[in-house]
Each structure stands twice: as C-alpha cells, then as structure tokens.
C-alpha cells in the first residue's frame, strides 16, 4: 500500500516537471516567432538595403595631377608611375619565410609591419615600401612564386623633375591635416589625399588637383572583393604655364651655388621690366620637394627644420632686406647715362659723409679709401652714391 502511494507521488512530480518544460519550450518558440516576425516584417526592408550597402564598396582612385611646365614648354613638375610594395597576410603561406627572403635585397621595418598588419583584417593589403626603385621592383618579379601574398601596385607619384631647382617657387604636396579638411569645403577631399601646401602647388590647387576617380567593387559577407562592378577612371588636372625660362633658372641656379659649409643665403629674381613677368627666381640653400611626394619621412622633416640655414624659407617673398642696394644700381646707371661719372673714376671714402650739420658714416669704418664705381657696388660703398646723387640733383 505504501509502495502505490509512493509510485503515485512520483508521477504526479514527472507530469509537473513535463508541464513546466512545454510551458517553457512553447514561450521560447513564441519569443522566437516574435523575434522573426520584427526582423523580416517592421525591419525587413533597413536590412535589405544595409545589406545592399555592404555588398558593394566604393574605392576612391586618385587623381592625376597637372604638369607644370616654363614658358618654352619645358616640364619642370609632372606625375610619374610609383612602384609600392604590398603584404595580403591572408595569401602568404609562409609570413615569416617570405619577409626574410625579402629583406635579403630590400630594407624595411618589419617590426613596424607586423605591428600594422595585426591592427587590420587578414585579407587586406598592408604597405610594406613605398616607391621602390627598378631593379627592387625586378627582384620582387623575379621571385614572385617564393613570395606569396607580396605584391607591387602602380600609383601615381609627383614628380621634381630638376630636384631642388626653384623648389621655393613650384612648392611641394603634403597629406592633408585635419585642420585643413575642416577648412576646404570641397567634400572630394578625405584624409591621407595629398594636397599642394606652399608655391604654385598651392596656389593653383583646383587648377593642377585633377578628379578622383570611382570603383564599385562587390564584396563578401567578409569583405573580400569578388569582382568589379564599375570603374570610372580618375580625371587629370590641367596643365600650369609659367613665365620662369629654364635656362634662365639653371644660370641663375649655378652663380648662386656654394659649399656645404658655407652655403649661399639669398635670393635672386630675374624680372621682364616692361611685363613685370618672372624670368628667374632662385632661393639659397634650397630643398629637394620629391621628399615630400610620397610623404616625407620623420629623419628627413628633422634634418630640414633643424637645418641651422633654413632650407624651406622662401627668402624672395619673405626675406627682409633694406632696400638701398637696389637704388644704387639706379644711380650708378643714371650717372653713366648723364656723363656725370665714368667707370674707370675712382673716388675716395673716408668713412664718413657730411650733409650739413649732418655726419653720415659708411658701413666700414676708417672708410675704403680710393673705390672705382665697379668696387663701390661689391663692396658697396655708400659714399659714393650720396655723391653721385647730389651731382645728379644739382643737373636737374
């Protein structure tokens, strides 16, 4: 009897425990039903679209920008092909082989590499150098069955042609700042563009930047790319004329050219008197603009602004300079044309030069004693065109 009753419990426990399960199975089947019935029904279409959004990807390509030529049609800026070196982690079977054998022939911190590679996903391409030179760009070709996963892509890349010849005047590019994107109301501009920062560079930006180009690329649900949908090519700027001659530059370039330790500081301007056109137009010391090309590298922004010379000043617009040298070549010419003194005259200064009550002194003192018009415009001597201005005065 007992026994029964034991047995009766037990299955009334079993049928409570059976009722609480199908309670629980039918309200998680009913939160499921519900959960389905807002993903495909109230947000149905946002994922559809969303979905859309992230099968398709855009890829920015970059302009072309403009040449710059002198006013014979000599290209003194243009665009040349830049060779850069990329790792897909994802191909590389054997990472740590590859970059071994690669830095055989190349110089690269691999350190850094790896570093930037685990900051992003497998499958996309991580820089490794950055223009690299022919007989690099053979070496990678030659050896592109032991190095899977490192490839070589072609952008442009500005290009100097002459180096530092009127680097002052062409300017040079840069990556954009943000303070600079805030700036420019033109949304085409994004972060890592590069974009003119001094000389004409700059100043006919929209005119040299050219249009970026669009690709449409289909991608996974991983992000890797399947196949190209669209492709429209990037525009190139347009040309820049300049009133700078060539060889005009060049001359001006080499009489201005000093040492190492003692470079020339100083600016020369060669100038179309009647147009007022720039025929020459040099800055000592200067600087090599193809260093900023391809972004400039933290030794050699160092070395730059650290220079005790200051290489990036531009001494033609920003340099001051008393102005009384320029007006004694106007007097010695205006004093030749009237007669009133001849090259071969000589003068003597004794250091000093009395108007009135007045006492002038020269630059040197105990004066430069007996100065032909040549030496009194090398030296130059003051004296002498005080003189030779009162002379011209008391014609008048």
Not at 181 to 186: A, M, W
Request: with cysteine; charged share 25%; hydrophobic share 40%.
């Amino acid at each position: 009897m007992s026994i029964f009753r034991y047995g009766t419990e037990v299955s009334d426990e079993v049928k409570g425990k059976i009722k609480f399960f199908v309670i629980l199975v039918a309200l998680s089947f009913a939160v499921l039903w519900i959960r389905v019935w807002y993903l495909q029904i109230l947000k149905g279409q946002d994922f559809r679209n969303l979905s859309e959004s992230n099968r398709i990807r855009q890829i920015s390509l970059p302009p072309f920008r403009g040449t710059i030529k002198d006013r014979n049609g000599e290209t003194l800026v243009t665009i040349r092909p830049s060779f850069d070196l990329y790792v897909t982690p994802e191909d590389a079977k054997d990472l740590d082989k590859s970059l071994t054998l690669l830095s055989e022939k190349l110089e690269f911190d691999s350190v850094g590499l790896k570093k930037r590679m685990r900051q992003q996903a497998s499958f996309k391409p991580v820089l490794i150098l950055a223009d690299i030179d022919r007989k690099q760009v053979a070496f990678v070709e030659e050896s592109n069955r032991l190095l899977p996963g490192i490839h070589i892509k072609v952008e442009p890349l500005r290009s100097y042609v002459y180096g530092d010849l009127a680097a002052h005047a062409l300017g040079y590019l840069g990556e954009i700042s943000k303070s600079q994107l805030e700036k420019i109301s033109d949304p085409s501009y994004t972060l890592g563009d590069m974009i003119g920062k001094d000389g004409l560079e700059s100043v006919f930006e929209s005119t040299l930047r050219g249009k970026k180009g669009k690709q449409e690329v289909e991608v996974d649900v991983s992000g890797r790319a399947i196949k190209t949908l669209k492709k429209l090519p990037a525009g190139s700027g347009n040309n820049l004329i300049l009133t700078l001659d060539l060889r005009l530059q060049k001359k001006l370039e080499a009489l201005m050219t000093g040492t190492e330790e003692k470079p020339i500081l100083g600016s020369a301007i060669l100038m179309k008197v009647n147009t007022g056109e720039i025929l020459a137009l040099v800055n000592k010391p200067s600087f090599d603009p193809n260093l900023f090309a391809a972004g400039i590298s933290a030794n050699d922004w160092k070395k730059l602004i650290s220079d005790p010379w200051h290489p990036l000043q531009n001494r033609s617009i920003k340099g001051q300079y008393p102005p009384g040298s320029t007006y004694k070549i106007v007097t010695a010419f205006a004093g030749l044309e009237e007669g009133v003194m001849k090259p071969e005259d000589t003068v003597y200064c004794p250091g000093y030069f009395r108007l009135g009550r007045g006492r002038y002194r020269c630059w040197k003192r105990g004066g430069h004693g007996h100065v032909n018009l040549h030496d009194a415009l090398v030296n130059p001597v003051t004296f002498i065109f005080i003189r030779l201005g009162i002379n011209l005065e008391s014609m008048c």
